[in-house]
């Protein structure tokens, strides 16, 4: 059966580079890994803005006010499975300037702790260069953007 969800991430840039998470499915260990930027779903009743600083916390320990995301930078509607369920899941990115940190993973939860391995600040030549997986794929075109300031209106980022 396909899950509804939404999900709320986070593009944190310091220094030109942008965190992400390394994370893999715990039901089936044998896929590969991949990248992809802090966040995750939305509680019922949620905004969309309170629940992006809540998982950015929870992932990093970076405390956020969710005032401070901003406009939505893009969008993205995916569908996929994880730990032996399918999701139909629309996204939204925000993307916030940091100072750059040593993320923690003491707000993990149980799920997490199964299927998230750490952390890595990437450049954006980094992320054009590598031949990991990176979700979404076209996550470097979004960095560029947000680097150069170039974000009038959301991107509509592919699904993969």
Known sequence: MLKDRTAARVLLVADRSVLLIKGRDPGRPELD?????????????????????????????LAIEPERLGSVVATRFTEFEFAGDDYRQREWFFAVEVAMFVPERHGWDDTERLALIGHRWWTLDELEATHEVVYPCDLATLVAAVLDGRIDEPMELSGR
């Open 33 to 61: 890994e991949w990248w992809m930027t802090p966040g995750g779903g939305i509680d019922d009743g949620e905004a969309i803005e309170a629940a992006a600083a809540r998982e950015v916390f929870e992932e990093t320990g």
